[in-house]
């Protein structure tokens, strides 16, 4: 059964990540430096007016704001630390970036030792895209601050834009040595799943739900990693714990109705994607996945109608070309299954099972060599695929290529043999065992 596995992006795309500062932190930091400038006013009308300059910066007041700081400024001659630092801010949340860092660094002169500066210098540069720059501003602010979770947060940010993701997952675990963030855990947990490291992915993830149990997307998660692992109650467990925390999660939704469906059973999946189909009627995997239901039901007209939708949708989602190369060649449609099997080999060459159902469809079109070279291939890419070698047997035999289908099935029962008790109760390797037997019989080779 072939579901689109959420978990399989591996891209390792990192332009949706940002320092994950939001405004109200920023507010906090903001009124951190604010009591500090306080402290050392002497005058309670200056401390007034730093009051009045942090009520309408954090208000969106900015022009207003912006007219008192130069008013200040041209008083002090540019001396004034607390005021240059707000328009700093406002410049840099209305897009001048590098006018904000140009006034971020006048602060530093002032005041070279300031923590709250130096942080946002760091963010300034990162967001200049000078990633290289921003971290040695980070190392200078922990010789000053010792262990801070933001910065090592952000240190892994910026190594993870530099593709040294080795270091970008030891700043990320030195963040939270010290603080436990949902954000640190949210962007560790990412990389460590993009990096293949799904052990040590399900470990962080269980350790943050003993930190924010509630937290719907952690849940999700966990359990679609128990899922790639077939651990089915693992699986269930965690997507049931998040959809009682929120019953219209779409994602959580999806991936319960996988695990039913999983387990061939399709009629209560069928009733998860109706939920999904109302809630979020243009997802590409909820589609493809009720195709796949269709097809298990053997209606594969349903199947093919779906899958369509589904490759509509997402037309470059090789997993979607594959289940309908799958359904066409059920329904006898071996053009079009050649079709969509040759679309999912130019959007993945490393996936083997295309390059062994496509052998199969090159061999109901007549056109034995090329279907020869097909199986080839694919058992080239994975000389462990067990239904690549009972299918190239049952091939050959048809061809009467007798002693070659000899070996292809002695490799089944190979490998057939390895398998564990309970990889050998699944349905499908059931059906392969029973197609096996019987040409197992033609040749004198008992399975």
């Given amino acids: 059964m072939s579901t ?20 109200d932190e920023d507010i906090i930091i903001t009124k951190n430096f604010l009591k500090e400038s306080t ?11 730093l009051w009045l300059l942090y009520h309408l910066y954090v208000t969106k007041q900015h022009e207003e704001c912006l007219d008192i700081i130069n008013n200040v400024l041209k008083e002090t001659n540019n001396h004034s630390k607390y005021p240059l630092y707000i328009k700093a801010l406002i410049l840099r949340q209305n897009g001048d970036i590098e006018g904000s860092l140009e006034i971020l660094r006048m602060v530093e002169k002032l005041d070279p030792t300031n923590i709250v500066n130096i942080k946002q210098i760091g963010r300034s540069l990162f967001l200049l895209g000078k990633h290289r720059s921003a971290i040695e501003i980070y190392d200078e602010a922990l010789k000053l601050a010792g262990k801070d979770w933001e ?4 240190k892994g940010i910026c190594y993870l834009f530099l593709k040294d993701y080795r270091k ?18 949210t962007l560790l947990g990412k990389l460590l799943i993009n990096c293949g490291e799904y052990e040590e992915a399900i470990a962080l993830y269980e350790q943050a739900i003993t930190i924010s149990p509630d937290n719907v997307d952690f849940l999700i998660i966990l359990g679609l990693l128990y899922l790639k692992r077939d651990n089915y109650p693992c699986a269930f467990n965690y997507i049931g714990r998040a959809l009682s925390y929120d019953q219209t999660n779409v994602k959580g939704i999806l991936v319960a109705g996988s695990i039913l469906q999983n387990n061939y059973e399709f009629e209560g999946a069928l009733m998860k994607y109706r939920i999904c189909a109302v809630l979020n009627p243009e997802s590409p995997e909820l589609w493809n996945n009720i195709g796949m239901c269709f097809y298990g039901k053997n209606k594969i007209i349903a199947a093919i109608s779906c899958l369509k ?15 309908l190369g ?10 079009s299954a050649f079709r969509f099997f040759t679309s999912t080999a130019n959007l993945n060459p490393q996936f083997s099972d295309t390059y062994i159902w496509l052998g199969v469809t090159l061999n109901k079109l007549g056109d034995f060599d090329n279907s020869k070279a097909a ?6 890419i994975n ?11 049952i091939v050959l035999s048809e061809n009467n290529r007798h002693e070659d289908a000899k070996l292809n099935l002695t490799r089944f029962k190979e490998l057939y043999q390895q398998l564990s008790d309970e990889e050998k109760e699944d349905f499908d390797v059931i059906e392969m065992k029973k197609i096996a037997c019987s040409l197992g019989k033609k040749y004198n080779i008992p399975i």
């Fill in 309 to 323: 939708k589904a490759l509509y949708l997402a037309p470059n989602e090789w997993k979607i070309s594959f289940n």
């Fill in 168 to 185: 970008a997952i030891e700043n990320f675990y030195k963040a939270l040595e010290i603080n436990n963030h949902d954000s640190t855990y």
């Fill in 375 to 380: 199986f080839q291939k694919g058992l080239e």
């Fill in 4 to 23: 689109i596995n959420h978990l399989n992006n591996s891209s390792r795309n990192t332009s949706d990540i940002s320092l994950n500062i939001s405004d």
């Fill in 39 to 49: 402290n050392k006013c002497q005058s309670e009308l200056w401390k007034n007016k």
């Fill in 326 to 335: 799958l359904a066409h060649l059920k329904h006898e449609q071996y053009v």
């Fill in 383 to 393: 000389n462990m695929n067990i239904v690549g070698y009972l299918n190239y047997a």
């Fill in 151 to 154: 910065i090592y947060h952000n």
